[in-house]
């Protein structure tokens, strides 16, 4: 039995890094298990191909959910990263759900705000205020010129990179990873897939940010679903709310129409924007529609 790091996932074969530092491409035993890049693995080694055959214990997963399926993002992340810029249409609800999903992960959520030398970067900033005042970071930072601002936030972490399709997702890895864009997965061609770009999520290691620093590449989404979330603990994932919260009249209080609720009136005091609490409650309803995971 060997053990590596699952840095490549394409649907159910993985790259595994293997603990001497060879990369293999593996299945994974029965159907059964839930693997993602950032996994520490079990391989048994066979002629017949690697097998993955057991994930040792995750601090996380990161994940999106609808009522129908799951896709993984990465595990043991300590950091979601979400990237935008001023030259593409920015869905705020987005960025506010992986706000939640990682928080709901226990990471740290950091926004890098890409494309800082266009013009048009000034308004994104005004308009990204209202996540700093959450204590959110937003780090500016032009990924072709120049991504060295992004290095601190990223030493020593475990970073899933997110972002919509057109924010500089791409050009910040290869300026992070010399040679990233050429890199060729061992899954993607033992599947004669063609380059990572196929695999659901790459992980590249940053050795020059501290022996343990990685980041992981997602495929760019439109749509971020949460109905895997708790949704007792949905509300402790709005930051801003938890001051609130077990100051309701009712304990089981989903901050609604209920008399007596401390966040309803936060809102009405303009302490927390009508938009985060409407997004809480459309979470709740994705958490609790039927067929979904609880
Ligand atoms: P992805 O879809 O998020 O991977 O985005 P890409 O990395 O492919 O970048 C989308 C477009 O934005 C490309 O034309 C990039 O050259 C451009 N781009 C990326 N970073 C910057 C930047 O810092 N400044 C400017 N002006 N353009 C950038
Ligand atoms: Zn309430």
């Known amino acids: 039995m060997t053990r590596g790091l699952v840095v490549a996932a394409y649907r159910r074969h993985y790259d595994v890094e293997l603990d ?3 990369v293999v491409a593996c299945m994974q035993k029965g ?3 839930r693997i993602a890049v950032g996994d520490r693995v079990q391989v048994a080694r066979a002629r017949e191909g690697d097998v993955i055959t057991g994930v040792e ?3 996380n997963l990161v994940f999106r959910s609808d009522a129908f399926k799951e896709k993984l993002l990465a595990a043991n992340v300590t950091q979601v990263a ?3 810029a001023p030259d593409v249409g920015l869905d705020e609800e987005l960025i506010n759900r992986w706000m939640v999903a990682a928080e709901a992960a226990q990471c740290r959520f950091v926004v890098l705000a890409n494309k800082a030398d266009l013009p048009s970067f000034a308004a994104l900033r005004t308009r990204l205020a209202p996540y700093e005042a959450l204590g959110y970071a937003v780090v500016p930072l032009s990924a072709r010129r120049d991504p060295a601002a992004v290095r601190p936030w990223l030493a020593g972490q475990h970073t899933v990179l997110v972002g919509q399709s057109g924010m500089g997702k791409s050009t910040l890895i290869n300026a992070l990873v010399p040679g990233a864009a050429a890199r060729t997965t061992v899954v993607s061609e033992a599947l004669k897939a063609g380059r990572h770009t196929t695999t659901s999520s790459t992980l590249y290691a940053l050795p020059d940010l501290g022996g ?3 980041i992981v590449d997602s495929p760019g989404m439109k749509v971020f679903g949460l109905a895997h979330a708790d949704v007792d603990g949905l509300a402790h994932a709005f930051v801003e709310m ?5 100051h309701c009249r009712f304990r089981d209080c989903r ?4 008399p007596d609720c401390a966040v309803t009136a936060a809102v009405a005091a303009g302490r927390i924007a009508p938009h985060r609490l409407a997004l809480l409650h459309a979470l709740t309803r994705e958490a609790k529609a039927p067929g979904s995971r609880s």
């Open 82 to 84: 979400a990237v935008v």
């Open 212 to 214: 343990d620093t990685w």
């Open 20 to 22: 001497g530092g060879a």
């Open 57 to 59: 214990p995750r601090a």
């Open 242 to 246: 938890r001051p609130y919260l077990g």
């Open 31 to 33: 159907r059964s298990l």
């Open 255 to 258: 901050h609604d129409a209920e």
